[in-house]
């Protein structure tokens, strides 16, 4: 697929839009045909994205604002055919209905929704699929499937497969699912089908880290954490110029996992410490039991032995903030104030950073001191406030975006809270 998949993927999250009922209804639909054992699932349900971008909706068509054009012509990462096929799209020539699903399953990765014109689909993929001056890509037939590349068309419902070669028998017998052997019947199903969110997702965390043995120290560090920790649940929101996004650790029963090591919440009174604005705002509320349990989870690394008894001294807040470059940095860390020697030691030789003390409080420092940013300390303490461990800043998605990623404390378990603001223009130019 020359064009297909990263467009019609970014398409249907960005653009394609109906009522919210019908988009559910057909969410609900889709995942009854979605296997139990899929590692992850996400709905896309975009009700009112197009409108929140100033676009309007007319039946299948989107009528892009003057705005939204101006950035899809002047976009530099848009090529000429792919800037063709979303206006393809736009004008209803795609044949698909106006809700998408997307979901893993074994080795293969599909986005799957319904379709108002099955042929219209199959002649859409076949014109924008095929290199220039190459005939469009021929038609298989197979036990009353349409098989056209990657793509596969099963009465009203298609599937493009993003990784690995489709399983058009696999396909064909989800369309016979019972609610045991489908995700519709699952109690994760309930999660994906709020309405009011643009996306909707579950993963299964086992099935999925078992994929990814890379990822081996991260799942050693989220058992320790989190009592049994069984899936990852969590939705996203576009309003005008922000994107809002949640996500929470959940257990075996599809409930909050209990969390299992203690966290302190940061005192957002120290961040406003910093001398000034930056571009990179860091904070966490760390405690003597919480450092104690780090130390011990990283045990078996030799460079955690080393900086272990420097984080022994930490109570409390350790802010942060940097420059866009991580050339010059501020760092303001209350201590127990019984032994500054080990935290100094590391800070001097191995990150290069000035220390001073003022009373139980130790202030780092490197490169430029009095450098500048965005962000301003009051801004960033306003935004993290609450949390344990919260981030901002202005550079690091697009230079006109900021963004803000928190965890918080919610009953016996942490939220994973993001906001992602900079107006429409620079939205729409970070997914185009």
């Not at 896309?44 to 100033?54: F, M, R």
């Not at 012509?73 to 736009?90: F, H, N, V, W």
């Not at 969390?259 to 919440?265: R, S, W």
């Not at 000035?354 to 965005?374: H, L, Q, Y």
């Amino acid at each position: 697929m020359k064009y297909l998949h990263l467009t019609i993927l970014s398409v249907l999250m960005l653009v394609v839009a109906s009522c919210s009922k019908s988009s559910n209804d057909d969410a609900a639909s889709l995942l009854k045909t979605v296997p139990a054992d899929a590692s992850s699932v996400a709905v896309v349900n975009i009700p009112h994205t197009v409108e929140a971008l100033g676009g309007k909706i007319d039946g299948n068509k989107i009528s892009p604002s003057k705005d939204m054009m101006k950035i899809i012509d002047g976009s530099a990462s848009l090529t000429p055919e792919r800037k063709a096929l979303l206006k393809a799209i736009c004008d209803g020539e795609s044949g698909i209905s106006p809700t998408a699903l997307v979901y893993y399953s074994a080795a293969r990765s599909y986005i799957s929704g319904m379709l108002d014109d099955p042929d219209k689909f199959i002649a859409f993929i076949q014109k924008h699929s095929s290199p220039e001056g190459e005939a469009p890509l021929t038609v298989r037939q197979e036990n009353g499937a349409r098989i056209v590349g990657l793509n596969v068309v099963i009465g009203n419902q298609f599937w493009i497969c993003t990784e690995g070669q489709p399983d058009v028998e696999q396909l064909k017998y989800t369309q016979q699912l019972n609610d045991r052997q489908s995700f519709a019947g699952s109690e994760a199903a309930a999660k994906l089908l709020d309405p009011d969110k643009v996306i909707n997702f579950v993963v299964d965390y086992n099935r999925t880290m078992m994929k990814m043995p890379e990822l081996s120290y991260v799942r050693m560090g989220m058992a320790l954490a989190f009592e049994d920790i069984a899936y990852l649940s969590g939705s996203a929101d576009f309003r005008k110029g922000t994107l809002v996004a949640q996500a929470s650790v959940l257990n075996s029963e599809m409930t909050e996992a209990d969390l299992q090591i203690p966290v302190k919440k940061l005192d957002a009174a120290d961040i406003r410490q910093l001398k000034g604005a930056a571009d990179i705002f860091f904070a966490i509320g760390l405690s003597p039991k919480l450092t104690k349990s780090i130390a011990e989870s990283l045990k078996d690394i030799p460079i955690a032995k080393m900086i272990a008894p420097a984080l022994s001294e930490i109570d409390g807040t350790v802010a942060v903030r940097l420059d866009s470059s991580l050339a010059d940095a501020e760092a303001y860390i209350q201590t127990t104030g019984k032994n500054f020697s080990d935290m100094s030691y590391i800070a001097e030789t191995m990150l290069g950073m000035s220390v001073k003390r003022d009373g139980d409080k130790v202030i780092m420092t490197k490169g430029n001191p009095d450098f500048t940013g965005t962000v301003t300390p009051e801004e960033a303490a306003d935004k993290l406030k609450g949390a344990w461990l919260g981030f901002m800043s202005y550079s690091v998605l697009h230079r006109d975006l900021t963004t803000m990623i928190r965890l918080t404390p919610h009953k016996k378990s942490l939220m994973v809270e993001a906001e992602i603001t900079g107006g429409v223009e620079p939205m729409l130019k970070i997914l185009l």
